[in-house]
Every structure is written in structure tokens, then in C-alpha cells.
């Protein structure tokens, strides 16, 4: 199984990034999708949920508004994009994939955002 995270970067305040997570290894349609992020000496927050057919969406209210999740079956792709962002939206952010039945869940290495003038 593999759960490979990218586009982070450093990104003005204001600024907007997307995110990706390209899975393989597991039927990706049987495995709901979050985002998750973390900064140091805090825990790993969830920030974006969806569903495995991604009928049903849900977006933490820090950044309601802001972000948006998404994913495509076909490509087995998770996105995450992120709009007018904040300095305290910096972190790693780490992609968890769950089985819907099995529970089984696998996680992404990270991507590091910075937001910063």
C-alpha cells in the first residue's frame, strides 16, 4: 500500500495551495479519505473528511470556508485545496486513508506547508 502526499510549499498569508494524496495498493472506492494535520508538540488534528464514494464531505470549522476536499475515483486521488490561507494553517499535513468496512487505515509520510510573508 502506498499513500504519497504532495504540494506544500511556502505560501504567502492570503495565498492558496492543493494538496494531493495519490494511493495505490488498496480498492480506493472501499476506503474513506481524511486530511490531517500537525504542528510541533501538538496533536495531529483531522482538518477534511470524505466519504469513499465522496458523496459527504466534512470540513473542521477553523477552515470552513476555506478549504475543500475532494477525490476521484478513477485516479485514485485525494485533494485537499486550500484558499486564503493563514499563518496558523502551517503545518505538516498527512493524508489517512480507512477501510470502510475493515477499519484498516493507512497514512501518508506529510507535506509541509508554510505560510509566511
Known amino acids: 500500500v502506498s499513500v504519497v502526499e504532495s504540494g506544500g510549499g511556502l505560501v504567502e498569508p492570503g495565498g492558496s495551495l492543493t494538496l494531493s494524496c495519490k494511493v495505490s495498493?488498496?480498492?480506493?472506492?472501499?476506503?474513506?479519505a481524511s486530511w490531517h494535520r500537525q504542528t510541533p508538540g501538538k496533536e495531529r488534528e483531522l482538518v477534511a473528511f470524505?466519504?469513499?464514494?465522496?458523496?459527504?464531505?466534512r470540513i473542521v470549522d477553523s477552515v470552513k470556508g476555506r478549504f475543500l476536499i475532494s477525490r476521484d475515483n478513477v485516479r485514485d486521488l485525494v485533494s485537499l485545496e486550500m484558499n486564503s490561507l493563514k499563518p496558523e494553517d502551517t503545518a505538516v499535513y498527512y493524508c489517512?486513508?480507512?477501510?470502510?468496512?475493515?477499519?484498516?487505515?493507512?497514512w501518508g509520510q506529510g507535506t509541509q506547508v508554510t505560510v509566511s510573508s
Open positions: 489517512r486513508m480507512q477501510g470502510m468496512s475493515s477499519k484498516v487505515e493507512f
Open positions: 495498493g488498496v480498492p480506493f472506492d472501499e476506503y474513506h
Open positions: 470524505i466519504t469513499g464514494d465522496g458523496n459527504n464531505a
